[in-house]
Nanobody
Framework: QVQLVESGGGLVQPGGSLRLSCAAS????????MGWYRQVPGKQRELVAA???????NYADSVKGRFTISRDNAKNTVYLQMNSLKPEDTAVYYC?????????WGQGTQVTVSS
């Protein structure tokens, strides 16, 4: 059973960059698609980026051109490179499969974009 641990969040100024990592306790090579989700208080968790096992990617319009998702199946890790960050990117970021595996949610990592 896969367990996921996110890291790499923090406080960054608008226009800055962060790289998030998601380490899986088990193999992700058999998971067809992995994604990064984010949630702000009072709103539903939203999928912002996804990557298939073969490397095809898809992004929410709000992050397209600024975020890049990647995965390293050998290291059982998924990454999210976030550039040109905006205050509206402030959220707790989680990774999970697409569609989600309910038991795999981690604690998330907080990203705060503020001057």
């Amino acid at each position: 059973q896969v367990q996921l641990v996110e890291s790499g969040g923090g406080l960054v100024q608008p226009g800055g960059s962060l790289r998030l990592s998601c380490a899986a306790s088990g193999s992700i090579s058999s998971i067809v698609a992995m994604g990064w989700y984010r949630q702000v208080p009072g709103k539903q968790r939203e999928l912002v980026a996804a990557i298939t096992r073969s490397g095809n990617t898809n992004y929410a319009d709000s992050v397209k051109g600024r975020f890049t998702i990647s995965r390293d199946n050998a290291k059982n890790t998924v990454y999210l490179q976030m550039n040109s960050l905006k205050p509206e990117d402030t959220a707790v970021y989680y990774c999970n499969a697409v569609p989600i595996i309910r038991s795999a949610w981690g604690q998330g990592t907080q990203v705060t974009v503020s001057s």
